[in-house]
């Protein structure tokens, strides 16, 4: 056996630092959604139900069912972007399936490649003996990467992140976040079709905001806040709250931040941009220590 999980930890801190991006990919594939058809089985197959998942997301029905959903989607909201994802397409397929194709699976193998990178060039000496130890060339990243097997775990923290932000969302919020990302995309596959592209990502290092939750004019966070922030933000719109939020409504909020996969420093890190009191920050900070987790 070999010691490979440095490698592992790795991946997550990169993965982590990427969670913005993530939850910004997520919105922008679910754009559009809403104006599909929504199916259900009927005695002929699949059939369509007649309304569109964008109708019944707005009258509170169910997109998706026990009968054909994962099982870990299940107890979804109705009309959340949770319930979307257990939602059936017109061939049958769960939206979910489809999500982790399209979504999960590449943005976690970019992740290892990305984490690859940073090995190779902070700890030369450790990845070329990683590279021996799994038989492969350490210049063939995505062959040690295979090797490793790091991205199915990968993936299974990705899909914690996405769920922990956007699970409850709306999906009509969740779309409405994802429209500048998704013209975006679609600009960018004009370029590809008519010839190299010209330059880096435009949306390289950008963070969506929350529709739902007001900044607050602290200033910019800095990147290494982005992931944290957008799941803070999304832990206030959990939270149900009037904003900004009161000093009553502090345990509450902590509850919701770490409930969202925030660690305590974390927690701290963010009170300054979130739509919180005063007092209510420092509640929360309190609330943190006295409970022996910051």
């Not at 997550?12 to 058809?37: N, Q």
């Not at 900044?215 to 206030?236: E, I, M, Y």
């Amino acid at each position: 056996m070999f010691d490979v999980d440095w490698m592992g930890l790795l991946g997550r801190e990169v993965l982590r630092e990427r969670a913005a991006a993530l939850i910004a990919e997520a919105c922008a594939w679910a754009v559009g959604m809403s104006d599909r058809p929504h199916y259900r089985h009927g005695s002929a197959g699949v059939v369509p139900s007649g309304l569109t998942l964008g109708v019944r997301a707005a009258t509170d029905q169910l997109l998706g069912s026990e009968e054909d959903g994962r099982l870990d989607l299940g107890d979804a909201r109705a009309g959340s972007f949770r319930d979307a994802l257990n939602a059936l397409d017109g061939e049958g397929r769960l939206y979910a399936d489809r999500f982790d194709e399209e979504v999960l699976h590449p943005f976690a193998h970019e992740t290892c490649l990305l984490a690859a990178e940073r090995a190779r060039a902070t700890r030369p000496g450790a990845w070329a003996e990683l590279a021996d130890d799994v038989g492969e060339d350490p210049a063939d990243l995505p062959a040690v990467l295979q090797a490793g097997e790091w991205e199915v775990p990968l993936r299974m923290e990705a899909e914690v992140l996405v769920l922990g932000a956007l699970a409850d969302v709306p999906l009509l919020d969740v779309e409405a976040e994802g429209v500048p990302l998704s013209l975006v995309r679609a600009a960018e596959a004009v370029l590809r079709a008519a010839g190299p592209p010209a330059g880096p990502d435009p949306t390289a290092g950008t963070v969506p905001t929350a529709g739902t939750v007001p900044t607050t004019g602290a200033g910019p966070p800095g990147d290494d806040l982005a992931g944290s922030l957008f799941l803070a933000r999304a832990a206030v719109t959990a939270a149900g709250v009037p904003l900004p939020v009161a000093p009553e409504a502090a345990e509450l909020l902590v509850g919701e931040l770490l409930a969202h996969g925030l660690e305590p420093d974390e927690v701290v890190a963010v009170l300054p941009h979130l739509p919180v009191q005063p007092a209510t920050a420092d509640e929360v900070v309190a609330i943190v220590r006295a409970a022996g987790i910051g």
